[in-house]
């Protein structure tokens, strides 16, 4: 602001690292190291991106075991014990190895290893300014019902769009059924296939591309901006209901990702050889124009008015009395006296590099900024596909890992040509979106249960007379009320999901969040950080007894000390105060 000439200040890709990134990593056709990734991305952009490929790649390696397995599980088809596995131990279990793997990164980066991010100021918060009676300086708030009115109208909002999203569903099973009847057992690639298949594309482009991307990503947006927290942290926002709702079916996943993944990639190619090749015709065109004799005349009419040569009083302003200086004297003998401005020669490769610098600057000056929240908006839509779905359709895994296989290394393209360069942050792992993986891994647990009690009736196959009563003629897959009633199985659910979640909780809580090996190193430096401060007050006080006992000797000799003395190690003025810091500190550390 106190600079009106500049518009923006943001930092710029540096083109060997950005080189450097595109060959080693993004377009290498061998196994990316993601160690040396993540390291190489935390020092080009900051801990804060950083942290999202790091948990990337741990999410995508905790996909391997169960993207081989549901290989296997949709050729054997125990889908039942398969839908288990995922939903229950899974999840849980995916979600302890990224907390172990956060502290891992965490102590190679030297961070605090109990701090999961970090709190920055929201630059879009108002409000008003109040005295704090207990610091006595001045704060802005902002009160807690302002807020109430926008709750309201996310909860409307969200409303209307379940219901607009139901009738959507209820149309495209009424048309899966016509087609079920109307073509009976028709296998892969038949009317019925074809049918599914295209139903469920245009089911997911209306949920990922219309509802989501038009409708609810803009409003979603704009209330977060009603909300006006004060930090960053409270800004990013979680839509739950849309998440759940979204991940009724596994056709749109597949389709509506892989969509956005050839999205992603395309868009940012065009655009970046758009730019380049705009670029290279302006270069011609300012080449062209350098070159003319004109321009030559100009710029050497320009050079001709600065003064290179040695100081001279009647020739350099500055030198003369301050009463008899001309105006503008000063500035003009600062421009002249600048040994900078020797190089400004007419040279055409010189123009043309400086040029090309410049709207390097302005094309990166407009483009987006980056904001991770898609990207884990994205991931999230896949774990919760992954918890909760995998046992209707166990290749879910699979078309997750290769998913996310391509969109690791087309965030890194995107993030390198598209994206302008992000200010690099300071954090502690993914934040507040740890919590909602938390929370969905919870919802695939109470999903598991309601899929096998209540929607696919598989707990019937385990009882006799339940079996004992099935039609194979006019079986179909679903509950049979007849064996257990809706009380009935409400019950089951609510048992079997207690005990699963007393089954997590105790596997949760017997698994470290701290690998072994990286707290041992911990107590180590802490036991020798102790010792130091310890050994510190000891010596310290040692030597202020010794100096008052040799004072005290002094004293009673009668023996006094003339000219040079030599320095004492005694305390000074500000000695207790150390000490007492010191010994706080030391208490601070015992356990």
Same mark, same amino acid.
């Given at each position: ?16 690292? #950005? ?6 990593? +993004? *377009? ?12 190489? /991305? ?24 169960? %993207? ?19 939903? @229950? +131990?899974?999840?849980? !279990? ?14 190679? !980066?030297?961070?605090? &290893? ?52 139901? &009738?959507?569903? %209820?149309?495209?099973? #009424? ?15 038949? /009317? ?14 209306? /949920?990922? @591309?219309?509802?989501?991307? $038009? ?29 759940? $709702?979204?991940? $009724? ?22 655009? *970046?050889?758009?730019?380049?090749? $705009? ?141 302008? *360069?992000? &200010? ?8 507040? !979106? ?35 009563? +099935? ?27 207690? /005990? ?10 017997? !698994? ?71 010994? %706080? ?7």
């Amino acid at each position: 602001k106190s600079v009106p000439l500049i518009r923006r200040v943001f930092p710029v890709h540096d083109e060997a690292e #950005t080189a450097a990134l595109m060959r080693k990593y +993004i *377009r290498s056709c061998g196994r990316l190291d993601a160690v040396q990734f993540g390291a190489h /991305v935390k020092m080009y952009f900051g801990e804060r991106v950083a942290y999202y490929f790091c948990f990337l790649d741990c999410y995508n390696q905790s996909l391997v075991p169960i %993207a081989i397995v549901g290989v296997l599980f949709t050729l054997s088809r125990p889908y039942l014990v398969w839908g288990f596995f995922v939903s @229950v +131990i899974w999840s849980f !279990w995916f979600l302890k190895r990224w907390r172990r793997e956060n502290s891992a990164v965490n102590f190679t !980066w030297k961070n605090d &290893l109990h701090t999961q991010f970090l709190l920055y100021p929201n630059p879009h918060f108002v409000g008003t300014e109040r005295l704090n009676p207990i610091t006595n300086e001045v704060h802005v708030v902002y009160a807690w019902w302002k807020r109430v009115p926008v709750y309201l109208f996310v909860t409307v909002f969200m409303v209307v769009q379940i219901a607009i999203m139901m &009738l959507f569903i %209820a149309a495209w099973i #009424t048309t899966y059924e016509t087609f079920q009847i109307r073509f009976p057992n028709t296998g892969f690639g038949g /009317v019925q296939w074809l049918s599914v298949l295209g139903g469920g594309i245009v089911f997911g482009l209306f /949920v990922d @591309v219309v509802q989501w991307e $038009l409708v609810v990503k803009p409003v979603a947006q704009l209330c977060t901006q009603w909300e006006n927290w004060r930090t960053t942290e409270h800004y990013v926002t979680f839509d739950l209901q849309h998440l759940n $709702l979204e991940s $009724l079916f596994v056709t749109p996943i597949v389709v509506a990702q892989a969509l956005n993944l050839l999205i992603q990639l395309l868009v940012p190619w065009a655009l *970046r050889r758009r730019h380049v090749a $705009l670029r290279k015709r302006t270069d011609h065109q300012a080449l062209a124009f350098l070159t003319t004799q004109d321009a030559r005349k100009r710029d050497a009419a320009i050079l001709a008015a600065l003064e290179y040569g040695p100081p001279d009083i009647s020739m350099h302003p500055l030198l003369l009395p301050p009463h008899s200086r001309p105006p503008h004297a000063t500035a003009t003998a600062r421009l002249a006296s600048d040994s900078k401005a020797k190089d400004l020669q007419v040279d055409v490769q010189a123009w043309d590099a400086l040029h090309r610098v410049a709207r390097e600057v302005l094309f990166q000056c407009n483009q987006d900024k980056y904001d991770p929240y898609d990207d884990y908006h994205t991931a999230m839509v896949q774990f919760g596909f992954v918890v909760m779905f995998s046992m209707l359709w166990p290749l879910m895994p699979l078309c997750c890992f290769c998913i996310n296989a391509l969109k690791y290394r087309g965030d890194g393209y995107r993030l390198c040509t598209k994206m302008q *360069r992000p &200010l690099p942050q300071k954090a502690g792992g993914i934040g507040e !979106w740890y919590t909602m993986f938390v929370i969905l891994a919870c919802v695939g647990v109470l999903v598991y249960t309601g899929l096998v009690f209540v929607s696919t009736g598989a707990v019937e196959f385990f009882v006799p007379r339940c079996v004992a009563r +099935i039609d194979l003629d006019t079986f179909r897959f679903g509950p049979s009320f007849e064996c257990f009633d809706m009380s009935t199985r409400l019950v089951m659910i609510l048992v079997s999901e207690n /005990v699963l979640f007393v089954g997590a909780w105790l596997f949760w809580s017997s !698994w470290r969040s701290v690998p072994k090996s990286l707290d041992d190193q911990l107590v180590a430096a802490e036991s020798a950080f102790k010792r130091a401060l310890y050994e510190a007050d000891s010596g310290s006080t040692s030597s202020s007894t010794s100096s008052s006992t040799s004072k005290k000797k002094k004293k009673k000799g009668g023996h006094e000390t003339n000219g040079r003395t030599s320095k004492q190690g005694g305390p000074t003025e500000a000695s207790p105060l150390l000490e007492q810091s010191h010994k %706080a500190l030391a208490k601070q550390w015992d356990p």
